[in-house]
């Protein structure tokens, strides 16, 4: 069965036809052609697939997409406001909390629902906030630093 | 004349070159990886691609008696199947040991192993099209463990390997004998190593097009070896290599996963040829698990014969690795556990013997410290044990055996530099080794070791009598400069560290550099990324093209500037007339220089010279470098007698990798590997139940997370490598080998017993608590009763 979805992608309001099964992924990635949005595992394992969801990290691998009716989607393209980079991109990009890059879409969204509920962190705060994400380049040392100074900036 | 004028010969106005290299450069991709802009294979838009997939055996080990694809044919959608019968040529990165077909032809040799593949017009299709496909089964006897296989009378998974034993080495080097009987103490232990896997994130991903119009072939896949791809493709295909085009996109991770051709590339190749079009097979994340190439179980017996004064006189390994269903890199791999024996200490003899073992699972490979990482921690391990009976510290016994570079071992191996003796002194005092070992509370410990790695294989594994790396400069008339390479970047830095040397030489900002890496229609060929060679190798070969560009900018200058090429200076933005303020600008001295070729390219190559090549026994091939990393590890732990729960509390790490072109890209890459080594030594393990993998997922296979993870503090140690390029040496594979061993050691320390291998897994650990209290108990016993 498809249904009509209408929600906020990014800001943008958007409405598609889309199956009751279709998981939020697919159609970040596939109806609305967004792939930095990233899937690591089989489901629920590794968090690449963190999203926002009026405003808290949601794996987009366990959510539907006609479970967002009405809601404000936020993906890592709808960071960079206005072409600038958002803080925590640049800090991920400064500090280097990014190497392969594949885990990095999905660290910084969790990480900005973080900041947004507590622009000052500790850094207990910061491991708890991603300990559902996955980092198997960094030792996630710069991950952590790079949120870090992200909060000062 | 567009001189640039200037007030004095050293004020302002005239450039200085800038220094690109010895910068903490943050990465020229970071840009597309923190905005999502970064397209992974798997994001490369192919609206027009077909969906393939992969029926995969049920049985570890089998003989296939008949498979119908008849109806999986007929099923409406369905636009190729393909099973082994569509590729007899086998595979395997090494030349003299292939036998690896992407589907499976006659047998089945792991759980999971390819038997066809489907292309459709969509998922549901392609899904429904494997459950039409009917294959009967003769099961065979599954052999897990490399002893079931060796078992006489077991059944061979190759015919031509007696024993199932894929290649036995038996090397020994100085007279080991002698060394025994010289010892004042000989101790000998068996350790046992579980597997482990790469777990990179990105899950393996192929797109194949195939165009029928002109009958080539253009494949973009997740690989660290992308020219190693494009051989073996053609070989598979049939095809002329001309006709085949493989381009790297972003690849999410590799750590060696991806450093040989993995059968699912063909596999996809071989499905956009059958459909005449355009095929992506994206695997799962527990197909991923399958695929493996990782880090094998390992069994180690090890004999040492030390002196009082913690001087080692002997060693005598044999190790046994269960390499899984086929040959890949296992020949390398045996070869590495002992050659990497040699270089890290004084070793006066060494007997080393080796099994490589095929069994029923899926196919071993290299993984980061390839071959090196079981055996360093068995050594690290004895040597504690032993210096304890000489009531001999943990960083005595490991200076008593530093040799100075240069420094040739028995084996034949030279090292150039090694700078762990600066590497240990660092780590003791930034730990606050000597206050504090031994007067830490109970349930608490610290650990120190050491290890080391190649900077690239001195012999490439294909033998052509080319140099062993290859770059090209292009500048063309804008005055930017494009950098050409067929190394593949993985995450880990490489195209950033190419621009920063090419960028030092040149004097100029990185900004004017754009790097193209891995596309086999305009880079070079290169071998890829793997044994940490590219820093070094590509890093000399990206060096000299620099230097080339440069001599042809500096002769464009000379001659604008009429004076002769030796009175010319480089200063990046300007080149000018050595002790004057004459000078022209780059722009302009760019104009000159192409005005009667054009557009310039210029090529710089790298070979390791002849008398690094190691010597002439066999499996010489494997061991020798033009430099060595060294590393040392201090590792803090505490532990829950209670749980069995290890807490990492703290990392500390020294690294000897010559001078550092990136110190942000090298803490990063020493972070990430002690990193791993660390999850090896916590709880990483896969684990098989008649050959069906229980762990192929990343919660049952488990790498530490964030909140597991502990602070890594990474010191750089000063040093240059004269036969790296600006003096660098490799950064990224050296430290982990020391992580296990100096954790273990932690370990030890903190609850008072060792464990023989690794994982020290919360289960394994309360094991050995029990066996100690039951020890202590026993002791207490007996000592009333007396
Ligand atoms: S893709 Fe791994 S948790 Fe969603
Ligand atoms: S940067 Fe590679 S997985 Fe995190």
């Known amino acids: ?153 | 004349m567009n001189e640039i004028a200037s007030c004095a010969s050293h004020g302002e106005g005239i450039p200085a070159p800038t220094h690109a290299a010895g910068r903490r450069q943050p990465l020229i991709d970071g840009i597309e990886k923190v905005t999502g802009r970064a397209r992974y294979t798997t994001d490369l838009p192919a609206t027009q691609a077909l969906t393939g997939a992969i029926l995969s055996s049920p049985h570890a080990h089998a003989e296939i008696v008949s498979i119908d694809v008849s109806r999986a044919r007929a099923l409406p959608g369905v636009r190729a199947v393909i099973t082994g019968e569509d590729c007899d040529v086998p595979f395997g990165i090494l030349p003299i040991a292939r036998n690896e077909y992407p589907l499976a032809r006659g047998k089945v040799l792991y759980w999971g192993e390819a038997v066809a593949a489907v292309a459709a017009e969509d998922e549901q299709t392609a899904r429904a099209a494997l459950d039409l496909i009917e294959v009967e089964y003769r099961t065979l006897p599954v052999y897990i463990s490399a002893a079931e296989a060796r078992a006489p009378g077991a059944v061979l998974l190759h015919a031509n390997k007696p024993g199932n034993v894929e290649r036995e080495v038996n090397n020994t080097f100085g007279d080991v004998d002698a060394g025994i009987a010289a010892a004042d103490l000989v101790r000998e232990e068996s350790f046992h190593y579980a597997e482990v896997a790469h777990a990179q994130i990105e899950p393996d991903c192929t797109l194949a097009e195939f165009d029928p119009e002109s009958g080539r072939l253009t494949v973009q896949s997740v690989s660290q070896v992308p020219y190693y791809v494009h051989l073996t493709i053609s070989e598979c295909l049939k095809m002329d290599p001309a006709d085949v085009r493989v381009i790297k996109p972003f690849i999410g991770g590799g750590f060696g996963h991806r450093t040989e051709t993995l059968p699912f590339e063909i596999t996809a190749a071989l499905l956009a040829r059958a459909a005449r079009g355009t095929v992506k097979l994206q695997l799962s994340r527990a197909e991923t698990f399958t695929i493996h190439r990782a880090r094998p179980e390992t069994d180690i017996r090890l004999k040492i014969g030390m002196k009082k004064s913690g001087e080692i006189t002997a060693v005598d390994a044999e190790v046994v690795q269960r390499g899984g269903a086929s040959a890949g890199y296992g020949i390398i791999t045996i070869l590495y556990a002992g050659a990497l024996l040699h270089t890290l200490y004084r070793m006066p003899a060494v007997r080393y013997r080796g099994f490589r073992v095929y069994t029923n699972t899926p196919p071993c490979g290299p993984m980061r410290g390839h071959g090196g990482v079981d055996m360093r921690h068995a050594f690290e391990s004895l040597m504690d044990m032993m210096a304890e009976t000489f009531g001999l510290d943990a960083f005595a016994v490991r200076r008593a055996n530093l040799f100075v570079a240069p420094y040739q071992s028995v084996n034949e191996l030279k090292v150039s530099t090694c700078e762990l003796a600066a590497c240990l002194d660092w780590v003791e005092q930034a730990s606050g080794w000597r206050s504090r070992k031994g007067k830490l509370p109970r349930g608490r410990g610290l650990g120190v070791a050491c290890s080391h790695f190649i900077s690239g294989a001195a012999k490439p594994v294909h033998w052509t009598g080319e140099p062993h790396a290859t770059v090209n400069l292009r500048l063309d008339f804008d005055g930017s400069i494009t950098l050409l390479t067929g190394a593949a970047d993985i995450g880990q830095g490489s195209s950033t560290l190419l621009a920063q040397i090419a960028a030092e030489v040149l004097g100029l900002e990185l900004a004017r550099f754009r790097v193209i890496a891995g596309d086999s229609a305009l880079t070079p060929k290169d071998n890829g990324s793997y044994s940490s060679r590219v820093s070094l190798m590509v890093g000399n070969a990206a060096l000299a093209a620099a230097e080339d560009l440069k001599r042809q900018l500096v002769a464009a200058a000379a001659k604008r500037l009429e004076v002769g090429v030796e009175d010319i200076e480089c200063l990046g933005e300007a080149y000018r007339v050595i002790g004057t303020d004459r000078m022209v600008s780059y722009r302009d001295v760019v104009k000159s220089a192409l005005e009667v070729t054009g557009p310039l390219t210029t090529r710089g190559t790298y070979t390791v010279p002849l008398d690094m090549q190691g010597g002439k026994y066999r499996g010489a091939g494997v061991g020798p470098s033009p430099a060595y990393s060294y590393a040392a590890s201090v590792v803090e732990v505490s532990v829950d007698e209670d749980t069995g729960q290890i807490k990492v509390e703290k990392l500390w790490v020294a690294q000897d990798c010559g001078v550092a072109i990136n110190p942000l890209a090298v803490e990063g890459q020493v972070q990430g590997s002690v990193w791993m080594g660390m999850g090896q030594a916590l709880c990483e393990e896969t684990e098989f139940v008649n050959g069906r993998p229980l762990r192929g997922n990343l919660l049952d296979y488990r790498v530490p997370t964030i909140v597991e993870s502990p602070p890594i503090e990474v010191k750089i140690v000063a040093s240059y490598e004269p036969n790296g390029p600006l003096g660098a040496k490799e950064a990224s594979e050296s430290s982990l080998g020391s992580i296990p061993p100096a954790l273990a050691a932690a370990v030890a320390e903190a609850i008072g017993v060792r464990l023989p291998g690794l994982p020290l897994s919360p289960d394994r650990v309360l094991a050995a608590l029990h066996a100690r209290r039951r020890e202590e108990r026993l002791k207490s016993a007996l000592a009333g009763a007396r």
């Open chain 1, 1 to 153: 069965m498809k249904r009509l979805v209408s929600l906020w992608l990014n800001g943008r309001h958007r409405e598609d036809a889309v199956s009751d099964n279709l998981l939020l992924l697919d159609y970040v990635r596939e109806t609305a052609g967004l792939t930095g949005t990233k899937c690591g595992c089989d489901g629920g394992e590794c968090g690449a697939c963190t999203v926002l969801i009026d405003g808290e990290p949601r794996l987009a691998c366990l959510t539907l997409a006609a479970a967002c009716e009405g809601k404000r989607v936020e993906t890592i393209e709808g960071q960079a406001a206005g072409g600038k980079l958002s803080p925590l991109q640049q800090s991920f990009h400064e500090n280097l909390g990014t190497q392969c890059g594949y885990c990095t879409p999905g660290m910084i969204m969790a990480s900005e629902a973080l900041l947004r509920r507590n622009p000052r962190p500790s850094e207990a705060d910061i491991r708890e906030a991603l300990s559902g994400n996955l980092c198997r380049c960094t030792g996630y040392v710069k991950i952590i630093e790079s949120v870090k100074a992200a909060c000062e900036s």
